[in-house]
């Protein structure tokens, strides 16, 4: 091994550089509230409903 080290130090430095930067990576936690989310919509529906009918339509009608 020091024969390896004498030889090469500046590939082990590089090794335990790298070695260090693999242990500083950051980590992203995503997180979900306790409690879903709502909405609360009031809504009013009002309908007003017109019917016309022509002089035909309404005889046809009475005569029956």
Same mark, same amino acid.
């Given at each position: 091994?020091?024969?390896?080290?004498?030889?090469?130090?500046?590939?082990?430095?590089?090794?335990?550089?790298? /070695?260090?930067?693999?242990?500083?990576?950051?980590?992203?936690?995503? #997180?979900?509230?306790?409690?879903?989310?709502?909405? @609360?919509? /009031?809504?009013?529906?009002?309908?007003?409903?017109?019917?016309?009918? #022509?002089?035909?339509?309404?005889?046809?009608?009475? @005569?029956?």
């Amino acid at each position: 091994m020091k024969k390896l080290l004498k030889n090469r130090p500046h590939f082990f430095m590089a090794l335990f550089s790298l /070695n260090l930067l693999a242990g500083c990576t950051p980590t992203i936690q995503l #997180d979900t509230p306790k409690e879903g989310i709502t909405i @609360n919509m /009031n809504v009013v529906v009002d309908h007003n409903i017109h019917v016309t009918m #022509d002089e035909k339509a309404k005889a046809a009608i009475e @005569n029956k």
